[in-house]
């Protein structure tokens, strides 16, 4: 049966194509409403709007499904690996040994920074916050790396995406190195991605470091996690910074932008902060009561998300991966610990909670996995944005490549006054 919609306002009525997708709601196309009815939609947090076509990444928000190009995350993160991921969300399928080897190669090539970009960071004050710095030194990638920001040529493109998944996280290291006053650490390309994150952030020169195996493949599942998660603020930012035709690095330094704010990835370091503000067991009741109280602006961080609604399945994941390195750090009951513990068990029976579907979130464990291997709080969210580059390139990639592609220019319902003239000042 073909679908159809029709929306009658006033005394004229238009017919809505419907469009349905590979999995997910139907989609009414809206744009003609403007033109034929004289009226604009209203939908403040795109809470009822597809702002685009992709085939990226899909999520069942009451099923708890996330699916990059149509393969579960759970199946990825048991069987896969981040860079591996990379591949699959930039081309659209998974690829073959020789493939993987070429752009394992490839991206390992591209991890060192131009040299001139350690005095960029000298110009930051040394307790500025890591994602204050990355924005500013991601954005400034445009004026080292000119010759891949002509978005016009698929080459640059290409090269632009394998430059920012392989620069970040000497990037984000970096930011962490300057802030703590130690010497930056130089990438070893015969490490893997995440043992080289790890490199990076925690070596000095002064002693040999052995990255541990468990906590490398738990940072590999971390990146792997927040590899990609649809049409969310960020890569939303990153899409419409990019429709303008604004170059890759500064687009992406618009998503790490948004990313940082508390109810998108800053979550991370706000839980973990919440979780030892907390302190005890016993204070946990004072704070689900702030949490439920409509004038307290107070939220329990790491709890509640706008597509799922039954659970998400990152934070499944996320758990089984806290728990084995809690086991490999010998980390039992430390206090930020038994609150984390507790809290999840209370919010899961608490009525409040149940009723608003507000599940822990992939947030709630990912810190707890970042403390316990030594990062501080600050390093959470980059460690979030690295990891959502590939998510953020390979959006804008494939919006870029539709020939389709219009700027993004929302409408608004004007509140402000109607028109008034101009008085002179004498007369106010
Ligand atoms: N604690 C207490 N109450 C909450 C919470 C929370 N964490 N989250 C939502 N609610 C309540 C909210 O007060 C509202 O109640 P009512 O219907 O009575 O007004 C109801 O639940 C719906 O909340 P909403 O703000 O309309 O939902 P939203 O879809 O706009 O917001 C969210 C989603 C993730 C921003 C929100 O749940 C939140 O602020 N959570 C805490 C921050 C957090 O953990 N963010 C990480 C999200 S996952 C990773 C990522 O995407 O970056």
Same mark, same amino acid.
């Given at each position: 049966?073909?679908?159809?919609?029709?929306?009658?306002?006033?005394?004229? %009525?238009?017919?809505?194509?419907?469009?349905?997708?590979?999995?997910?709601?139907?989609?009414?196309?809206?744009?003609?409403?403007?033109?034929?009815?004289?009226?604009? %939609? /209203?939908?403040?947090?795109?809470?009822?709007?597809?702002?685009?076509?992709?085939?990226?990444?899909?999520?069942?928000?009451?099923?708890?499904?996330?699916?990059? *190009?149509?393969?579960?995350?759970?199946?990825?993160?048991?069987?896969?690996?981040?860079?591996?991921?990379?591949?699959?969300?930039?081309?659209?399928?998974?690829?073959?040994?020789?493939?993987?080897?070429?752009?394992? %190669?490839?991206?390992? *090539?591209?991890?060192?920074?131009?040299?001139?970009?350690?005095?960029?960071?000298?110009?930051?004050?040394?307790?500025?916050?890591?994602?204050?710095?990355?924005?500013?030194?991601?954005?400034?990638?445009?004026?080292?790396?000119?010759?891949?920001?002509?978005?016009?040529?698929?080459?640059?493109?290409?090269?632009?995406?394998?430059?920012?998944?392989?620069?970040?996280?000497?990037?984000?290291?970096?930011?962490?190195?300057?802030?703590?006053?130690?010497?930056?650490?130089?990438?070893?390309?015969?490490?893997?991605?995440?043992?080289?994150?790890?490199?990076?952030?925690?070596?000095?020169?002064?002693?040999?470091?052995?990255?541990?195996?468990?906590?490398?493949?738990?940072?590999?599942?971390?990146?792997?996690?927040?590899?990609?998660?649809?049409?969310?603020?960020?890569?939303?930012?990153?899409?419409?910074?990019?429709?303008?035709?604004?170059?890759?690095?500064?687009?992406?330094?618009?998503?790490?932008?948004?990313?940082?704010?508390?109810?998108?990835?800053?979550?991370?370091?706000?839980?973990?902060?919440?979780?030892?503000?907390?302190?005890?067991?016993?204070?946990?009741?004072?704070?689900?009561?702030?949490?439920?109280?409509?004038?307290?602006?107070?939220?329990?961080?790491?709890?509640?998300?706008?597509? /799922?609604?039954?659970?998400?399945? *990152?934070?499944?994941?996320?758990?089984?991966?806290?728990?084995?390195?809690?086991?490999?750090?010998?980390?039992?009951?430390?206090?930020?610990?038994?609150?984390?513990?507790?809290?999840?068990?209370?919010?899961?029976?608490?009525?409040?909670?149940?009723?608003?579907?507000? /599940?822990?979130?992939?947030?709630?464990?990912?810190?707890?996995?970042?403390?316990?291997?030594?990062?501080?709080?600050?390093?959470? %969210?980059?460690?979030?944005?690295?990891?959502?580059?590939?998510?953020?390139?390979?959006?804008?990639?494939?919006?870029?490549?539709?020939?389709?592609?219009?700027?993004?220019?929302?409408?608004?319902?004007?509140?402000?006054?109607?028109?008034?003239?101009?008085?002179?000042?004498?007369?106010?």
């Amino acid at each position: 049966m073909t679908k159809s919609a029709s929306l009658t306002f006033g005394d004229k %009525t238009v017919d809505l194509p419907v469009r349905s997708p590979t999995a997910g709601p139907d989609v009414l196309d809206i744009r003609k409403l403007y033109g034929e009815l004289d009226v604009f %939609t /209203y939908d403040p947090g795109f809470t009822s709007t597809a702002s685009c076509d992709s085939a990226i990444t899909f999520i069942d928000g009451d099923k708890g499904e996330l699916l990059h *190009r149509g393969y579960p995350i759970e199946q990825l993160a048991e069987q896969s690996c981040f860079l591996e991921v990379c591949y699959l969300l930039l081309y659209g399928d998974l690829p073959s040994k020789a493939q993987m080897e070429e752009f394992r %190669t490839t991206v390992t *090539r591209h991890t060192m920074v131009h040299e001139q970009m350690h005095n960029f960071f000298r110009g930051f004050r040394r307790d500025a916050h890591p994602m204050a710095t990355m924005v500013g030194v991601v954005g400034a990638m445009s004026a080292f790396y000119h010759d891949s920001t002509d978005i016009t040529d698929p080459h640059q493109r290409e090269v632009a995406s394998f430059r920012l998944i392989a620069k970040l996280p000497t990037i984000a290291a970096m930011a962490y190195k300057y802030a703590i006053g130690q010497p930056f650490v130089y990438p070893r390309n015969d490490l893997d991605y995440a043992s080289n994150f790890l490199h990076m952030c925690f070596s000095v020169p002064a002693e040999p470091y052995e990255v541990n195996p468990i906590l490398a493949k738990a940072m590999d599942r971390i990146m792997l996690l927040h590899a990609d998660h649809e049409q969310n603020a960020s890569t939303s930012t990153v899409r419409l910074a990019g429709s303008s035709g604004a170059n890759p690095f500064a687009c992406i330094a618009a998503g790490i932008a948004c990313l940082w704010g508390p109810a998108h990835g800053g979550a991370n370091q706000a839980c973990l902060e919440m979780l030892r503000e907390i302190g005890s067991v016993d204070r946990i009741p004072e704070f689900i009561e702030r949490a439920k109280d409509k004038n307290d602006p107070f939220r329990l961080m790491g709890f509640g998300h706008r597509v /799922y609604k039954n659970f998400d399945p *990152r934070a499944k994941v996320m758990k089984e991966s806290a728990d084995e390195v809690l086991e490999l750090m010998g980390i039992h009951n430390n206090p930020t610990l038994q609150v984390a513990k507790e809290l999840e068990r209370i919010a899961l029976e608490d009525e409040y909670f149940i009723s608003k579907k507000l /599940y822990p979130n992939v947030d709630f464990y990912s810190g707890i996995i970042l403390d316990a291997m030594g990062f501080p709080t600050a390093m959470f %969210t980059p460690i979030f944005a690295l990891s959502r580059t590939v998510g953020w390139i390979s959006q804008w990639k494939e919006m870029i490549s539709d020939p389709s592609l219009k700027i993004g220019r929302p409408r608004q319902l004007y509140t402000g006054p109607a028109r008034r003239d101009y008085t002179d000042l004498e007369t106010r």
